[in-house]
């Protein structure tokens, strides 16, 4: 998603305006599951809001490996979306071992391993096959030299106790967790082992204390923003089927809270993602 991009909306020669009327900055949606079917009957006008907005750029991670080409056709359906690929841990009970070998040989052209990890947020009955899958997919994001996207709800002990003896040496970063909600002492554990962290529409709901903390007293290089649309939709539209375009909205909940502008947090974002994914985009 160049176009607005490559239109030059960044850079204006004229003094800087105090107008409210400015172009939203361009964004990255650093996690977003646009191969949900729930996009299906509308995903060229989803694509194309986003567009309108200034989304630059999209990453899917995956869930499933009977998924995976369905992600894979629409990297090459629609310009500016990147795929990961992975086996997500709230479906482990649809992975094998057959995937994990075809996994490895899915990431030809990939930005990332993921979505795994480990979910112990309802029933933890099969928490060791969980760790296996995310062990397995640790190791083969290591062998691509690929950053993980993990998600960590309710675990984030455990998935850094996993990451932490896996020697993770990548020099554009380790990886994410998404939809950061951890202890900024455990922000800090997983900053030192290379690892960003991204926030979406938690962010912008009134008594998300936690997370307001977080994002106010966190390095910039350290964050990336997120939509995980379909899901974690903004507080405004509670209830909605989320999409990329409100991505502005997780953008200006972490500016008021940080009393720093727009275009600061977007620029950091965006460049964050781009060194951790290797995106083939320009940082300006
Ligand atoms: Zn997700």
Request: net charge negative; proline share 5%; hydrophobic share 35%.
């Amino acid at each position: 998603m160049s176009e607005r991009h490559s239109a030059g909306t960044s850079a204006s020669p004229e003094p800087v305006s105090v107008s409210t009327s400015a172009m939203p900055p361009d964004l990255i949606d650093t996690h977003i599951h646009f191969d949900d079917d729930r996009f299906d009957t509308d995903r060229d006008r989803v694509y194309h809001n986003a567009i309108d907005a200034g989304i630059r750029a999209m990453v899917i991670p995956a869930t499933v490996q009977h998924r995976w080409s369905k992600i894979q056709h629409l990297t090459t359906q629609y310009d500016g979306v990147f795929a990961a690929y992975g086996l997500h841990p709230l479906f482990c009970d649809q992975h094998t071992d057959q995937h994990l070998d075809q996994l490895s040989h899915q990431l030809h052209r990939a930005v990332g391993v993921g979505e795994c990890g480990l979910d112990k947020h309802k029933d933890t009955t099969d928490l060791q096959r969980q760790r296996q899958f995310f062990e397995a997919q640790i190791n083969i994001a290591r062998d691509a030299n690929l950053p993980l996207i993990i998600h960590a709800r309710n675990s984030l002990e455990d998935v850094i106790d996993m990451l932490k003896p896996a020697a993770l040496n990548r020099s554009h970063g380790n990886g994410v967790i998404h939809s950061f909600n951890g202890s900024i002492q455990q922000a800090h554990r997983l900053i030192d082992l290379h690892f960003k962290l991204s926030f979406g529409g938690p962010v912008t709901f009134a008594n998300a204390r936690k997370i307001h903390k977080l994002v106010t007293n966190l390095p910039l290089e350290a964050m990336m923003l997120e939509t995980d649309a379909p899901d974690q939709s903004p507080a405004q539209h509670r209830g909605s089927r989320n999409e990329p375009k409100w991505i502005h909205e997780v953008l200006q909940a972490v500016s008021t809270l940080r009393g720093e502008p727009v275009d600061e947090i977007a620029i950091a974002s965006n460049h964050n993602a781009i060194a951790l994914f290797q995106l083939p985009l320009d940082s300006g």
